[in-house]
């Protein structure tokens, strides 16, 4: 399994995957490296991870997506230790991520460390849990 920051042969793939980002948005995310790829043993993708800045100033987690034959199976975390020590590594001591309180995912991030800080409720969408964790 190889965790990689994305690069513009990557961008078709993301298009065509990603739901949640606008178009316009993905090859500036890739020049400021802010999109992981996974690829398997073989080079064949099956997943991507992406973040951005809260503030401006606060790596936040925006998505993280593995191929349903990945999951549970520890890949997940290992993106997530990866992308936190490059935040480390880059001076940050403190991230953040958010996830919808109807989905599993929270139970995934407060297994590795992430606390609640607050929740954000839109008209159409279920209440986001947003989470954040110190980098130590």
């Given at each position: 399994m190889h965790i990689d920051i994305a690069i513009e042969s990557d961008y078709s793939y993301i298009r065509e995957r990603d739901r949640h980002i606008?178009?316009?948005?993905?090859l500036a995310k890739i020049k400021e490296k802010e999109i992981y790829i996974?690829?398997?043993e073989h080079g064949s993708y099956f997943g991507w991870m992406r973040y951005g800045y809260f503030w401006d100033n606060t790596p936040f987690m925006n998505l993280i997506w593995l191929d349903e034959p990945f999951r549970g199976s520890g890949i997940g975390r290992q993106v997530v230790l990866r992308w936190e020590a490059d935040m480390?590594?880059?001076?940050h001591t403190f991230v953040?991520?958010?996830t919808q309180a109807d989905e599993g995912a929270q139970h995934f991030y407060r297994k590795l460390g992430y606390r609640d800080a607050g929740c954000l409720v839109l008209d159409t969408q279920p209440l986001?849990?947003?989470m954040t964790k110190t980098l130590s």
């Open positions: 606008a178009e316009h948005l993905i996974l690829r398997d480390k590594q880059r001076g953040m991520t958010s986001e849990i947003i």
